[in-house]
């Protein structure tokens, strides 16, 4: 059947881009619930619901620039969507929402290079730019950057309450104020100003009209504006409390406050503008240093007299892929296996009696586990053993396992030595690590149990975890740390470690689904 009305709006090079830009929307729906869901609740990534239309407006207004040339379709662009199909459809079986979302960008460059070539691919690159910071990074990325962000502006938060008289100690992110400790949590570490203030710079440095150097510049003072409001927020919550009380900290009053520093960030951020503008022309006013609307808007289509076939190709390749990514997302549903829930663990252990304990509310928001156990092994005349264990139905965005490598540190312990011991009576191996807070030394043993095998390695188990995903549609894991303390010697803790761990394997084997 021919359809020689769709075969002309299609050899024009506007209309395939519209086209095929409405198509990958279409294939990729998956990508778009929960990254509209994060926009609208992530305090971080607020800002991301205006990229899209900030995007919008620059293609627009740009048009003239971006079309009135000459179009070299490639077949590199159907690569890319393949790529872009590689990593999606392992992403929805694995739920990985932030790939799922790079995934699409992924496919949307693909087809401005099949449609455009290099040469539009260029064109277009400050909006690619945009739209990738508008993107959610990586849970462990967000992690590492979050506990690097919580240390120094926890240093540097002390430093300045020292500086104005304040008698201090500090302990990682815990903060002593002698009569109250506070913790500067994840929340608290910068990463809600530095995320829309790094857009917001980007943004500025693409209608800043001014070297190539000074836009860069631009960008990267959001950074140390970032880090150096935070610190000073930090000190000056210490000083609200310790006037005013914790009380005074909270709620509201906090929220407000974060609001009052970060537009006392941005308002850095239009200094540091103002200041290269002066470096770039004293006599022009700040206005005129940035030009919000192009003079070349009259776009000239490439018109093809027939169309070329990587866009054929990239259309079949797009819609055949794209049934095949939404039958998924409609019919492969996740495995869960059954299991016993944590309150059937053993009450006695090697003559050891239970003493079960909780985690605040905090911390099991933090934390997402679908079950927990944490307790006390205790023994007259024995050290105590610590267990502590976390199960996941569904590791996802958000709802991973948090590392003790990663957690231990903002509590301000320091890890003294660390090595990967062999499970005798389990299949697989431990992280072993000896830390220490003050006159404290504690051993701990940890490890991430996934279907029956125990690992050591994050990387080695993210790796199996994804082609569980991929061939059993499982995502199911759980964390075992286990801690006692040093009282005398590493070697007898080390002992009592591994003699309870012994006689805990059957239930750790029942516990923990194969």
């Not at 201090?168 to 400790?181: A, C, P, W």
């Not at 996941?392 to 312990?413: M, N, T």
């Not at 286990?482 to 005398?488: D, R």
Request: include cysteine; hydrophobic fraction near 50%.
């Amino acid at each position: 059947m021919d359809f020689p009305a769709y075969k002309a709006a299609l050899r024009h090079s506007g209309c395939a881009l519209c086209i095929g830009l409405l198509i990958c929307l279409i294939a990729f729906y998956a990508a778009l619930p929960p990254l509209l869901s994060t926009w609208l609740e992530s305090p971080e990534y607020g800002y991301g619901i205006i990229i899209p239309l900030v995007v919008a407006y620059i293609v627009w207004d740009t048009r003239g620039s971006l079309f009135n040339k000459e179009f070299s379709p490639t077949w590199l662009g159907v690569a890319i969507l393949v790529l872009a199909f590689l990593l999606f459809i392992p992403s929805i079986l694995a739920d990985l929402d932030k790939v799922k979302a790079y995934s699409l960008l992924l496919a949307i460059l693909g087809l401005v290079m099949a449609i455009g070539g290099p040469a539009l691919v260029r064109a277009c690159g400050f909006p690619f730019v945009l739209l990738l910071l508008a993107i959610p990074l990586p849970y462990l990325l967000t992690k590492l950057l979050t506990i690097e962000l919580q240390f120094i502006s926890s240093d540097i938060g002390v430093a300045f309450i020292r500086l104005i008289g304040m008698p201090v100690l500090q302990e990682g992110n815990i903060i002593d104020l002698g009569h109250f400790q506070m913790l500067v949590e994840e929340a608290c570490s910068g990463l809600r100003y530095l995320f829309p203030l790094l857009s917001i710079s980007v943004a500025l440095s693409y209608f800043f009209r001014a070297p190539v150097w000074m836009k860069i510049v631009l960008v990267a003072s959001a950074a140390p504006i970032t880090i150096l409001m935070n610190s000073v927020r930090i000190a000056i919550t210490a000083v609200i409390i310790d006037i005013f009380g914790a009380q005074a900290a909270e709620g509201f009053m906090h929220a407000f406050e974060g609001w009052i520093f970060f537009v006392a960030a941005f308002a850095l951020l239009i200094i540091v503008a103002i200041l290269l503008g002066l470096c770039l022309d004293k006599r022009r006013r700040l206005s005129e240093h940035f030009i919000l609307s192009s003079t070349n808007r009259d776009p000239v289509f490439s018109r093809w007299s027939r169309v070329p076939l990587p866009v054929v190709a990239f259309f079949l390749v797009l819609i055949g892929f794209g049934f095949v990514a939404n039958y998924l997302v409609l019919k492969i549903k996740p495995v869960l296996p059954e299991r016993e829930d944590f309150s059937k663990v053993p009450f006695v252990i090697l003559d050891r009696v239970l003493q079960r304990k909780t985690f605040t509310n905090e911390v099991l928001n933090v934390l997402q586990a679908d079950d927990y156990f944490l307790g006390d092994y205790v023994k007259p005349g024995a050290i105590p053993i610590n267990v502590y264990m976390a199960y996941y139905e569904q590791q996802r965005d958000g709802a991973v396992i948090h590392s003790p490598k990663d957690c231990l540190p903002g509590g301000g312990w320091l890890i003294e030595s660390a090595k990967i011991e062999s499970l005798q009576y389990l299949k697989g191996e431990a992280n072993s690590a000896v830390i220490t807070r003050g006159q404290e030394k504690l051993l701990v043993y940890y490890w991430v149990n996934q279907h029956g095998k125990n690992y050591a390695s994050a990387f080695e188990a993210r790796t199996e975890l994804l082609k569980s995903a991929l061939f059993k549609q499982r995502t199911d894991a759980s964390l075992v740390r286990i801690i006692a303390p040093v009282k005398n010697s590493v070697a007898e803790s080390e002992r009592e470690i591994r003699q309870f761990i012994q006689a805990y394997s059957p239930s750790f084997q029942r516990l923990l689904p194969l």
